[in-house]
T-cell receptor
Framework: AQTVTQSQPEMSVQEAETVTLSCTYD???????LFWYKQPPSRQMILVIR??????QNATENRFSVNFQKAAKSFSLKISDSQLGDAAMYFC???????????????FGKGTRLHILP | DTEVTQTPKHLVMGMTNKKSLKCEQH?????MYWYKQKAKKPPELMFV???????INESVPSRFSPECPNSSLLNLHLHALQPEDSALYLC??????????FGAGSRLTVL
């Protein structure tokens, strides 16, 4: 069974600085998706970034980028120029892409709460 | 329309009540999900509907009863709940790109 591990329950970063959130996962599959979702306090969960395992290039969305290391099964999220609005719980998530796998689960890590210090 | 709409936003119910949570999306997504989320925890999968058929039931107690009347609508019927069922209930739909779009949730309190 696949697992997703986020080893940092909480982190803090000064506004305008850069922070990296770590995520590791365990799977025997070779083709899958990885995601970072953001859930601000009392607000909706939204997708931050998505990576397909067969793509070697790291995904980037504006100030958010990932460092995807497939062999190490690592998928960290880097937030550059941190802003107060980045304060949220961040969840790393995994989904199989195996064609024969009809299991439609998306597996979430336990989350990292990110605080932005003004 | 790129949203998942959940109603009600807040619900307080007694242990003998029957109530329902509703979820609606008009993005043409054919997979819809119910998750339960406790404070400071990740979402826990409850049910998945794929093409209006229940495809995953994560051993959820029968006091939770899902229903998918059509491709845009997902309900969660609640009956004889326990105080430990108090949580945020999240609905999500999945695009062809395998991205989940979440609703804002229904915060349930069971007295």
């Amino acid at each position: 069974a696949q697992t997703v591990t986020q080893s940092q329950p909480e982190m803090s970063v000064q506004e305008a600085e850069t922070v990296t959130l770590s995520c590791t996962y365990d799977t025997s599959e070779s083709d899958y998706y990885l995601f970072w979702y953001k859930q601000p306090p009392s607000r909706q969960m939204i997708l931050v970034i998505r990576q397909e395992a067969y793509k070697q290039q790291n995904a980037t969305e504006n100030r958010f980028s990932v460092n995807f290391q497939k062999a190490a099964k690592s998928f960290s999220l880097k937030i550059s120029d941190s802003q107060l609005g980045d304060a949220a719980m961040y969840f790393c998530a995994y989904r199989s892409r195996t064609l024969l796998n009809r299991d439609d689960k998306i597996i979430f890590g336990k989350g990292t709460r990110l605080h932005i210090l003004p | 329309d790129t949203e998942v709409t959940q109603t009600p936003k807040h619900l307080v119910m007694g242990m003998t009540n029957k109530k329902s949570l509703k979820c609606e999306q008009h993005m043409g997504h054919r997979a819809m999900y119910w998750y339960k989320q406790k404070a400071k925890k990740p979402p826990e999968l409850m049910f998945v509907y794929s093409y209006e058929k229940l495809s995953i039931n994560e051993s959820v107690p029968s006091r939770f009863s899902p229903e998918c009347p059509n491709s845009s609508l997902l309900n969660l019927h609640l009956h004889a709940l326990q105080p430990e069922d108090s949580a945020l209930y999240l609905c999500a739909s999945k695009s062809g790109a395998n991205v989940l779009t979440f609703g804002a949730g229904s915060r349930l309190t069971v007295l």
